[in-house]
């Protein structure tokens, strides 16, 4: 029997604890690393030559049903990858929420691969909301426009004082439609973009004097009275820019198709979960083809009257946003002839809305 002596026990023992130590100091990097790839914005999965998964980190990982769609990529971006070929494929899933990813396949040394995954889904909704606005821009400042040339060509080419001075009203009457137009399309933009917005603790009475302040010369020129009835609650968790936005939006709706005489009430009240803020008009009322579409970009009830008020035709599509960044909605009470009542509905506790 071999028998040890103190010495090679203690050399053993201090052997053996370097080794500890080393295999305690590599758990602890390996922990490191494996959180440092955890935080890392894009996916990554490694493979070895022989297709072995050496390495995924957590954004490779989707869950649900889009996980099956995105381990379809991998795999074949993976196989071709470890034949030596570089490919990617973009994927849009369609959620909710909807997403775009940009998967790529890259060949390593050795005969491993890589495949990285990149979350487009921002910057494709940022290159959508651009394109719209272009689109959009263009299309709406065409009769502004174009009415603005005609009308100068007419000026230019009489002599008659009066017949100038109604030519240049008409004039400045386009300019600001054309204004107007783009301070809504910037506006909508900028909501859209902002998504869910800042949230902060806003008080709804503030909110509503600042949207109501906005609009109170105009409705008084027009004969019309803005009353604040009860506010409740005192205040919630909300983007304060994008919630007076949508009142104010409503407010102005309210007031352009009321009559001289009318009124146009402002309240809030807690219901179920939601402080819901009303805007009660006694004005033309809402025709009941049109109720469902009110909502849609440049759609106009009547396009005569609109013209006359000079409505874009964007004020409720930003209340629909706003309400839609909030996890709230909105909706619209209308009777032709008596009135239309709009209820902006926002949840007191704070929500992460679906596609968002």
Known sequence: MNWFGKGE????????????AARQTAEKHAAQLSSGLDAVPAG?????????????NGAASLGGHADVLLE????????????GETAEKRLTLFGPPQQVLLVRGLPLAGGGALVVIDD???RAR????????????????????GALAVLAEALADSDDLEINRHLAKKMMEEAHRASGTIDDLLELSRIELDGRGVREEVSLSSVLGEAVGRHRLRAETLG??????????????ADGLQLISAVSNLVDNAVKYS?????????SSV???????????QGIGIPARDVDRIFERFYRVDRARSRETGGTGLGLAIVRHVASNHGGEVDVVSHEGEGSTFTLRIPLAVEIPVGS
């Not at 026990?9 to 500890?20: A, D, M, T």
């Not at 990554?44 to 995924?56: E, H, M, P, S, T």
């Not at 219901?271 to 008009?281: S, T």
């Open 224 to 237: 019309v009275q803005l009353c604040i009835g009860a506010v409740e609650p005192d205040s919630l968790e």
């Open 72 to 83: 379809e990529a991998v795999e074949h971006l993976l196989a071709a990858a470890r034949n």
């Open 44 to 56: 990554l999965v490694l493979v070895d030559a022989d297709g072995k998964l050496l390495l995924r």
């Open 9 to 20: 026990i203690e050399r053993l023992r201090r052997e053996l604890g370097r080794e500890v």
């Open 120 to 122: 487009l889904t921002d």
């Open 259 to 267: 009559d001289v005489g009318s009124k146009v009430r402002i309240t």
């Open 271 to 281: 219901v179920g979960g939601f402080a819901e803020i009303q805007v009660a008009d």
């Open 126 to 145: 940022v290159d959508a909301v651009r394109t719209d606005f272009v689109s959009n821009i263009s299309h709406e400042l065409k009769t502004p426009v």
